[in-house]
C-alpha cells in the first residue's frame, strides 16, 4: 500500500477518479434538489386549484343566497300591499284610486328597489369570489411552470455535471507526462496491486 501511495502517477490517478466523482455527485445533487423543488411547486399548484374550486362555489352560493332573498322581497312587499288592501277594504276606501293606489304603489317601488339592491350586493360578491378564482387559476399556471423549469434546470444542470466529470476523465487520463507516460496507463499499475488485497483485510506490501 505504500507503494500506492508513494507512486505520483498513481496519485494523479485516483485525484483524476475523485474530481469526476465529486463532479457526479453534484449531478446527483441538482437532480434531488430540482426533484424537490418540483414537488413543493406541484403542491402549491394543487392548492392553488383547489382554492380555485372553493372560490367558484362560493361564486354560486352568494348568487343562489342573493336569489332566495329576492324572492324573500317580493313576497315580504306582495304581503305588505295584501295587509293594505285589506286594511283599507275594511274601511270602504276605494282601492284602485287616490291614497290607496298611492300606497300600493309606493310599497311596489321600495319592494322592487330592495329588491335590486339586494341582488346588485350578491352579484358584486359573486365577483369578488370569480376574481379570486381567476387570481388561483394564474397561480396555478404559474406554480405549474416553475414545476417544469426547476425539472428542467435540474435536468441541464446535471448533464452539465456530467459533461465535467467526463471532461476530467478525459482530460485526465490521456495527458502524457514527461515521459510519456499517460494516466490510463498508470491506471494500468494501480490495477496490478488490486490482487495483493485479501478479501480480509489489506496485506502489507
Keep these: 500500500m505504500g507503494e500506492l ?19 457526479l455527485q453534484k449531478a ?3 437532480t434531488a434538489l430540482a426533484g424537490s423543488e418540483a414537488a413543493a411547486a406541484s403542491y402549491r399548484a394543487a392548492v392553488a386549484r383547489n382554492n380555485e374550486v372553493l372560490a367558484g ?16 322581497s317580493a313576497r315580504g312587499t306582495r304581503q305588505l300591499i295584501a295587509r293594505q288592501r285589506v286594511a ?3 274601511r270602504g276606501v276605494l282601492l284602485d284610486a287616490g291614497t290607496p ?3 300600493e304603489l309606493d310599497a311596489l317601488t321600495f319592494g322592487k328597489l330592495d329588491q335590486l339592491t339586494i341582488q346588485n350586493i350578491a352579484e358584486r360578491e359573486a365577483l369578488g369570489f370569480r376574481t379570486q378564482a381567476a387570481n388561483f387559476r394564474s397561480e396555478a399556471a404559474l406554480e405549474e411552470l416553475g414545476r417544469r423549469n426547476a425539472l428542467l434546470s435540474g435536468r441541464i444542470l446535471s448533464r452539465s455535471f456530467q459533461r465535467e466529470a467526463l471532461g476530467t ?20 499499475t494501480v490495477a496490478r496491486f488490486v490482487p495483493r488485497f485479501s478479501r480480509g483485510g489489506v496485506r502489507r506490501l
Excluded at 501511495?5 to 463532479?23: D, I, K, Y
Excluded at 336569489?67 to 324573500?72: G, Q, T
Design 169 to 188: 476523465l478525459a482530460t485526465g487520463f490521456t495527458k502524457e507526462d514527461d515521459e510519456g507516460t499517460t494516466l490510463a496507463t498508470t491506471a494500468s
Design 28 to 30: 446527483s445533487g441538482a
Design 5 to 23: 501511495a508513494r507512486n505520483p502517477e498513481v496519485l494523479e490517478a485516483l485525484g483524476t477518479v475523485s474530481g469526476a466523482l465529486g463532479s
Design 57 to 72: 362555489r362560493a361564486a354560486e352560493d352568494a348568487l343562489a343566497v342573493g336569489k332566495l332573498e329576492v324572492a324573500r
Design 88 to 90: 283599507l277594504a275594511g
Design 101 to 103: 293606489l298611492g300606497l
